[in-house]
């Protein structure tokens, strides 16, 4: 099981076939799936299957995020190829609400980009978030994220967020 990133309080792996259920369980709470596209629990069953398939890919996918000191589950946190610009790898993350305004957002984020910046030649690290969503949109600000023109997908408008190389 390949560990995408530690430190003390957190850890970002991929996850093992057993923790189906968890990444089900996670999306049953509406705070949580308020700002997400609707998905049904077959659904999220199918994207938890797809997910153990792309480690043997890598070095995208969706992966866990665990509390580094009781292994508590935290959410999970995505690595992937943009659908929307070619060239362009996305992040985003999904919290369990009792972890919300802790600041692990902001880390995962960082996290995630320092992942995505060594393990690819790509140049932009971007995310997407729903236009009322602003915990989220702050929380990639504070990752170093900045925020340009609105991006259109079907019909819906997003904030869109890049970071590029340095």
């Known amino acids: ?3 995408l990133h530690q430190d003390q309080n957190f850890i970002i792996r991929e996850f093992s076939a057993e923790e189906k259920k968890l990444f089900c369980d996670l999306f049953k709470d509406t705070d949580v799936t308020r700002y997400l596209p609707y998905r049904s629990l077959e659904q999220y069953m199918e994207m938890f299957e797809i997910a153990l398939e792309d480690y043997r890919n890598g070095p995208f996918g969706r992966f866990g995020i665990f509390n580094a000191e009781n292994s508590d589950f935290i959410g999970m946190c995505l690595a992937r190829n943009f659908a929307d610009v070619s060239g362009q790898i996305e992040i985003g993350y999904t919290l369990s609400k009792k972890y919300w305004g802790k600041g ?3 880390k995962v984020s960082r996290a995630l980009v320092k992942y995505c910046f060594l393990n690819t030649e790509g140049n932009e690290i971007v995310a997407v978030t729903d236009l009322d969503n602003t915990g989220s949109q702050k929380v990639l600000e504070k990752a170093g994220f900045t925020r340009v023109d609105n991006l259109k997908r079907s019909e819906v408008e ?3 967020y ?3 190389r340095s």
Do not use: D, E, G
């Open 104 to 106: 692990i957002a902001t």
């Open 158 to 160: 997003m904030a869109y």
């Open 162 to 164: 890049i970071v590029r």
């Open 1 to 3: 099981m390949r560990i």
